[in-house]
Protein backbone atom coordinates (compact mmCIF):
# COMPACT_ATOMS: atom_id res chain seq x y z
CA UNK A 1 0.00 0.00 0.00
CA UNK A 2 2.72 2.58 -1.03
CA UNK A 3 2.66 4.74 -4.29
CA UNK A 4 4.85 7.59 -5.69
CA UNK A 5 3.50 10.97 -7.94
CA UNK A 6 4.58 13.23 -9.28
CA UNK A 7 2.61 16.97 -10.31
CA UNK A 8 3.45 20.33 -11.83
CA UNK A 9 1.75 23.52 -10.18
CA UNK A 10 -0.51 25.95 -11.89
CA UNK A 11 -0.67 29.38 -12.89
CA UNK A 12 -3.85 30.84 -12.19
CA UNK A 13 -5.40 32.77 -15.66
CA UNK A 14 -8.65 32.99 -13.92
CA UNK A 15 -7.96 32.93 -10.43
CA UNK A 16 -10.30 31.89 -7.27
CA UNK A 17 -10.54 33.75 -4.05
CA UNK A 18 -12.64 32.91 -1.15
CA UNK A 19 -14.05 29.68 -0.32
CA UNK A 20 -17.52 28.90 0.78
CA UNK A 21 -16.91 26.08 2.64
CA UNK A 22 -13.33 26.08 3.96
CA UNK A 23 -13.49 22.51 5.26
CA UNK A 24 -14.47 20.90 1.54
CA UNK A 25 -12.53 23.98 0.28
CA UNK A 26 -15.08 24.72 -2.13
CA UNK A 27 -14.56 28.21 -3.71
CA UNK A 28 -16.72 31.40 -4.65
CA UNK A 29 -16.47 30.72 -8.38
CA UNK A 30 -15.02 29.23 -11.48
CA UNK A 31 -11.44 29.14 -12.06
CA UNK A 32 -8.54 28.46 -14.82
CA UNK A 33 -5.01 27.35 -15.06
CA UNK A 34 -1.99 26.29 -16.62
CA UNK A 35 0.40 23.84 -15.15
CA UNK A 36 4.00 25.25 -15.25
CA UNK A 37 6.94 22.59 -15.96
CA UNK A 38 9.52 20.96 -15.40
CA UNK A 39 8.94 22.44 -11.88
CA UNK A 40 7.23 19.39 -9.94
CA UNK A 41 6.49 18.39 -6.36
CA UNK A 42 7.06 14.68 -5.83
CA UNK A 43 4.88 12.64 -3.13
CA UNK A 44 5.52 9.37 -1.68
CA UNK A 45 2.29 7.26 0.34
CA UNK A 46 2.03 4.44 2.44
CA UNK A 47 -0.33 3.22 3.93
CA UNK A 48 1.68 1.04 7.31
CA UNK A 49 -0.33 -0.74 9.93
CA UNK A 50 2.52 -0.81 11.85
CA UNK A 51 2.76 3.19 12.58
CA UNK A 52 1.04 4.54 15.44
CA UNK A 53 0.27 8.05 14.17
CA UNK A 54 0.83 9.53 10.88
CA UNK A 55 4.16 10.83 9.75
CA UNK A 56 4.37 14.08 7.19
CA UNK A 57 7.94 15.18 5.93
CA UNK A 58 8.33 18.27 3.31
CA UNK A 59 11.53 18.97 2.17
CA UNK A 60 13.16 17.51 4.52
CA UNK A 61 11.28 18.78 7.24
CA UNK A 62 8.65 17.53 9.52
CA UNK A 63 5.01 19.15 9.22
CA UNK A 64 2.92 20.49 12.09
CA UNK A 65 0.12 22.61 12.88
CA UNK A 66 -2.17 24.22 10.12
CA UNK A 67 0.43 22.24 7.66
CA UNK A 68 -0.46 19.33 8.95
CA UNK A 69 -4.00 19.80 9.32
CA UNK A 70 -4.55 20.09 5.16
CA UNK A 71 -2.63 17.24 4.86
CA UNK A 72 -4.62 15.15 7.30
CA UNK A 73 -7.94 16.15 5.50
CA UNK A 74 -6.75 14.56 2.26
CA UNK A 75 -5.21 11.39 4.15
CA UNK A 76 -8.76 10.92 5.84
CA UNK A 77 -11.28 11.57 3.00
CA UNK A 78 -9.17 8.42 1.02
CA UNK A 79 -8.94 6.86 4.40
CA UNK A 80 -12.96 6.89 3.96
CA UNK A 81 -13.12 6.00 0.74
CA UNK A 82 -10.76 3.42 0.86
CA UNK A 83 -12.54 2.17 3.83
CA UNK A 84 -9.00 1.78 6.41
CA UNK A 85 -7.88 2.75 8.88
CA UNK A 86 -3.97 2.55 8.79
CA UNK A 87 -1.73 5.02 9.44
CA UNK A 88 0.28 7.14 6.69
CA UNK A 89 3.59 8.26 6.31
CA UNK A 90 4.26 10.56 3.75
CA UNK A 91 7.21 12.52 2.40
CA UNK A 92 7.12 15.04 -0.41
CA UNK A 93 10.22 17.41 -2.33
CA UNK A 94 9.47 20.23 -4.36
CA UNK A 95 11.98 20.73 -6.98
CA UNK A 96 11.38 24.52 -6.33
CA UNK A 97 11.28 27.13 -4.12
CA UNK A 98 8.33 27.20 -2.24
CA UNK A 99 5.84 30.13 -1.26
CA UNK A 100 6.84 32.69 -3.50
CA UNK A 101 3.91 32.70 -5.19
CA UNK A 102 4.56 30.31 -8.14
CA UNK A 103 1.68 27.54 -6.96
CA UNK A 104 3.55 25.41 -4.43
CA UNK A 105 0.49 23.89 -2.67
CA UNK A 106 -1.39 23.23 -6.22
CA UNK A 107 1.41 20.23 -6.93
CA UNK A 108 1.87 19.49 -3.78
CA UNK A 109 -1.65 18.52 -2.82
CA UNK A 110 -2.15 17.01 -6.20
CA UNK A 111 0.88 14.65 -5.73
CA UNK A 112 -0.42 13.84 -2.31
CA UNK A 113 -3.81 13.16 -3.65
CA UNK A 114 -2.58 10.96 -6.88
CA UNK A 115 -0.36 8.69 -4.74
CA UNK A 116 -2.73 8.49 -1.61
CA UNK A 117 -5.43 7.14 -4.30
CA UNK A 118 -2.82 4.81 -5.84
CA UNK A 119 -1.39 3.40 -2.33
CA UNK A 120 -5.29 2.92 -1.36
CA UNK A 121 -5.79 0.93 -4.33
CA UNK A 122 -9.11 3.28 -5.57
CA UNK A 123 -9.94 3.21 -9.30
CA UNK A 124 -10.21 7.12 -9.67
CA UNK A 125 -10.37 8.89 -13.07
CA UNK A 126 -8.22 12.09 -12.85
CA UNK A 127 -11.66 14.25 -12.82
CA UNK A 128 -12.52 12.29 -9.44
CA UNK A 129 -8.96 12.55 -7.96
CA UNK A 130 -9.27 16.17 -8.32
CA UNK A 131 -11.88 16.67 -5.67
CA UNK A 132 -9.30 14.69 -3.10
CA UNK A 133 -6.65 16.75 -4.22
CA UNK A 134 -9.11 20.22 -3.81
CA UNK A 135 -9.53 19.43 0.36
CA UNK A 136 -6.32 20.35 0.50
CA UNK A 137 -5.95 23.01 -1.98
CA UNK A 138 -8.51 23.93 -4.36
CA UNK A 139 -5.80 25.20 -6.85
CA UNK A 140 -4.55 21.24 -6.47
CA UNK A 141 -7.54 20.13 -8.50
CA UNK A 142 -6.40 21.84 -11.39
CA UNK A 143 -2.95 20.20 -10.88
CA UNK A 144 -4.25 17.18 -11.15
CA UNK A 145 -5.58 17.21 -14.37
CA UNK A 146 -3.27 19.21 -15.56
CA UNK A 147 -2.57 22.07 -18.98
CA UNK A 148 -4.98 24.54 -19.20
CA UNK A 149 -7.63 23.11 -16.52
CA UNK A 150 -10.97 24.31 -15.09
CA UNK A 151 -12.43 24.02 -12.07
CA UNK A 152 -15.91 24.63 -11.77
CA UNK A 153 -17.55 25.85 -8.44
CA UNK A 154 -20.41 23.55 -6.80
CA UNK A 155 -21.52 22.49 -3.47
CA UNK A 156 -20.34 18.73 -3.98
CA UNK A 157 -17.71 16.74 -5.88
CA UNK A 158 -19.97 15.63 -8.24
CA UNK A 159 -19.80 19.56 -9.39
CA UNK A 160 -16.83 21.01 -8.03
CA UNK A 161 -14.31 19.18 -9.92
CA UNK A 162 -11.47 19.96 -12.49
CA UNK A 163 -11.80 19.18 -16.45
CA UNK A 164 -9.47 19.76 -18.98
CA UNK A 165 -9.42 22.17 -21.94
CA UNK A 166 -7.88 21.45 -25.06
CA UNK A 167 -6.00 23.87 -26.49
CA UNK A 168 -3.62 24.50 -29.76
CA UNK A 169 -1.38 26.86 -27.21
CA UNK A 170 0.26 23.66 -25.39
CA UNK A 171 3.13 23.97 -27.72
CA UNK A 172 3.49 27.60 -28.06
CA UNK A 173 2.84 29.07 -23.97
CA UNK A 174 6.54 29.53 -22.32
CA UNK A 175 6.43 31.70 -19.41
CA UNK A 176 9.35 33.07 -17.62
CA UNK A 177 9.24 33.18 -13.84
CA UNK A 178 10.21 36.42 -12.23
CA UNK A 179 11.31 34.95 -8.63
CA UNK A 180 10.67 37.79 -6.07
CA UNK A 181 10.69 36.21 -2.36
CA UNK A 182 8.45 37.35 -0.03
CA UNK A 183 6.33 35.45 2.73
CA UNK A 184 2.73 35.53 1.36
CA UNK A 185 -0.80 34.64 3.92
CA UNK A 186 -2.63 32.73 0.82
CA UNK A 187 -5.34 31.08 3.23
CA UNK A 188 -5.87 34.02 5.48
CA UNK A 189 -6.28 36.31 2.27
CA UNK A 190 -8.84 33.39 0.97
CA UNK A 191 -10.75 33.91 4.73
CA UNK A 192 -11.31 37.44 4.27
CA UNK A 193 -12.35 37.86 0.70
CA UNK A 194 -16.23 38.32 1.38
CA UNK A 195 -15.46 41.02 3.51
CA UNK A 196 -13.61 43.37 0.72
CA UNK A 197 -15.98 46.04 -0.88
CA UNK A 198 -14.78 44.77 -4.32
CA UNK A 199 -15.73 40.92 -3.68
CA UNK A 200 -19.04 41.48 -5.25
CA UNK A 201 -17.92 42.96 -7.91
CA UNK A 202 -15.57 40.82 -9.15
CA UNK A 203 -17.65 38.09 -8.73
CA UNK A 204 -20.14 39.38 -11.32
CA UNK A 205 -17.46 40.30 -13.47
CA UNK A 206 -16.14 36.55 -12.78
CA UNK A 207 -18.22 34.50 -14.54
CA UNK A 208 -17.82 36.51 -18.10
CA UNK A 209 -14.38 36.07 -17.45
CA UNK A 210 -14.31 32.19 -17.61
CA UNK A 211 -16.61 32.62 -20.72
CA UNK A 212 -13.83 34.68 -22.42
CA UNK A 213 -11.02 32.76 -21.64
CA UNK A 214 -12.50 29.19 -22.51
CA UNK A 215 -13.28 30.58 -25.78
CA UNK A 216 -9.78 32.46 -26.68
CA UNK A 217 -8.28 28.93 -25.49
CA UNK A 218 -10.64 27.15 -27.55
CA UNK A 219 -9.68 29.35 -30.57
CA UNK A 220 -5.72 29.28 -29.52
CA UNK A 221 -5.81 33.18 -29.07
CA UNK A 222 -2.25 33.65 -27.95
CA UNK A 223 -2.93 37.51 -26.92
CA UNK A 224 -6.40 37.14 -26.27
CA UNK A 225 -5.87 34.19 -23.38
CA UNK A 226 -3.29 36.48 -21.42
CA UNK A 227 -4.61 39.72 -21.80
CA UNK A 228 -7.76 38.27 -20.05
CA UNK A 229 -5.03 37.11 -17.62
CA UNK A 230 -2.92 40.21 -16.67
CA UNK A 231 -6.28 41.84 -16.15
CA UNK A 232 -7.85 39.21 -13.94
CA UNK A 233 -4.25 39.61 -11.87
CA UNK A 234 -5.36 42.98 -11.63
CA UNK A 235 -8.80 42.79 -10.50
CA UNK A 236 -7.30 39.66 -7.95
CA UNK A 237 -5.03 42.35 -6.37
CA UNK A 238 -8.19 45.23 -6.31
CA UNK A 239 -9.93 42.52 -3.95
CA UNK A 240 -7.49 41.54 -1.91
CA UNK A 241 -6.10 44.99 -1.22
CA UNK A 242 -9.23 46.31 -0.19
CA UNK A 243 -10.03 43.39 2.60
CA UNK A 244 -9.60 44.31 6.13
CA UNK A 245 -6.42 43.45 6.51
CA UNK A 246 -5.48 45.29 3.10
CA UNK A 247 -2.92 42.47 2.15
CA UNK A 248 0.13 44.19 -0.01
CA UNK A 249 1.95 41.63 -2.02
CA UNK A 250 3.39 42.99 -4.44
CA UNK A 251 7.44 44.42 -4.33
CA UNK A 252 8.98 47.22 -6.14
CA UNK A 253 10.85 44.30 -8.14
CA UNK A 254 7.08 42.99 -9.06
CA UNK A 255 6.31 46.71 -10.11
CA UNK A 256 9.68 46.49 -12.27
CA UNK A 257 8.82 43.43 -13.96
CA UNK A 258 5.41 44.53 -15.01
CA UNK A 259 6.64 47.60 -16.75
CA UNK A 260 9.39 45.53 -18.34
CA UNK A 261 6.31 43.64 -19.38
CA UNK A 262 4.57 46.65 -20.86
CA UNK A 263 7.89 48.31 -22.45
CA UNK A 264 8.21 44.83 -24.93
CA UNK A 265 4.81 44.79 -25.58
CA UNK A 266 4.47 48.21 -26.30
CA UNK A 267 8.15 49.46 -27.77
CA UNK A 268 8.79 45.98 -29.40
CA UNK A 269 5.82 44.55 -29.93
CA UNK A 270 6.67 41.33 -28.75
CA UNK A 271 3.80 39.31 -27.39
CA UNK A 272 4.42 39.25 -23.98
CA UNK A 273 2.02 39.70 -20.52
CA UNK A 274 2.52 39.19 -16.77
CA UNK A 275 0.26 37.33 -14.35
CA UNK A 276 0.54 36.96 -10.97
CA UNK A 277 -1.14 35.00 -8.22
CA UNK A 278 -1.26 35.90 -4.35
CA UNK A 279 2.70 36.43 -4.33
CA UNK A 280 5.10 39.00 -5.33
CA UNK A 281 6.43 36.70 -7.75
CA UNK A 282 5.46 37.24 -11.49
CA UNK A 283 4.56 34.86 -14.13
CA UNK A 284 5.60 36.23 -17.94
CA UNK A 285 4.04 34.70 -20.71
CA UNK A 286 5.21 34.89 -24.28
CA UNK A 287 5.97 32.08 -27.11
CA UNK A 288 8.43 30.21 -27.74
CA UNK A 289 9.90 32.61 -30.15
CA UNK A 290 10.45 35.28 -27.90
CA UNK A 291 11.34 33.85 -24.67
CA UNK A 292 15.03 34.65 -24.79
CA UNK A 293 14.42 38.39 -25.26
CA UNK A 294 11.59 38.14 -22.57
CA UNK A 295 13.48 36.44 -19.95
CA UNK A 296 16.87 38.55 -21.27
CA UNK A 297 14.38 41.47 -19.82
CA UNK A 298 12.99 39.88 -16.81
CA UNK A 299 16.70 39.04 -15.51
CA UNK A 300 17.70 42.61 -15.92
CA UNK A 301 15.18 43.84 -13.21
CA UNK A 302 17.63 42.27 -10.71
CA UNK A 303 15.87 38.64 -9.85
CA UNK A 304 16.50 35.50 -10.48
CA UNK A 305 14.18 34.04 -13.69
CA UNK A 306 12.90 30.36 -14.03
CA UNK A 307 11.58 29.22 -17.71
CA UNK A 308 8.60 26.66 -18.27
CA UNK A 309 6.53 24.95 -20.81
CA UNK A 310 3.18 23.62 -20.39
CA UNK A 311 2.81 21.23 -18.08
CA UNK A 312 0.80 18.21 -18.12
CA UNK A 313 -1.42 15.94 -15.26
CA UNK A 314 -0.27 14.45 -12.45
CA UNK A 315 1.28 10.69 -12.83
CA UNK A 316 1.75 7.86 -10.65
CA UNK A 317 5.56 7.09 -10.84
CA UNK A 318 7.62 3.87 -11.10
CA UNK A 319 8.69 2.05 -7.76
CA UNK A 320 12.10 3.03 -8.32
CA UNK A 321 11.25 6.50 -7.73
CA UNK A 322 10.00 6.30 -4.42
CA UNK A 323 11.34 8.70 -2.08
CA UNK A 324 11.75 6.10 0.31
Known amino acids: MKATAKAHPIQGLVKYHGMRDEELRLPYHDSISVC ?4 HTRTTAAFDPSLEADVYEIDGESVEGRG ?22 FV ?7 NIGFGSSSSGFAAAAMALVE ?23 RAVTGAFSHL ?24 VGGQVPSYKETEAAHEEAAESHMFESRMAHIHGQIAEMRDALRAGDFERTFELAEHDSLSLAATTMTGPAGWVYWQPRTIEIFNAVREL ?3 EDVPV ?3 VDTGASVYVNTTAEHVDRVEAAVADCGVETRRWEVGGPA ?8 LF
Open 119 to 141: AAGLDMTRPEISTVARRGSSSAA
Open 315 to 322: QVLDEDEA
Open 273 to 275: YFS
Open 36 to 39: TAPS
Open 68 to 89: AERIRAVVDHVRELAGIDHRVR
Open 265 to 267: RNE
Open 152 to 175: RTGMNDEDCRSERIETDLEDELRV
Open 92 to 98: SENSFRT
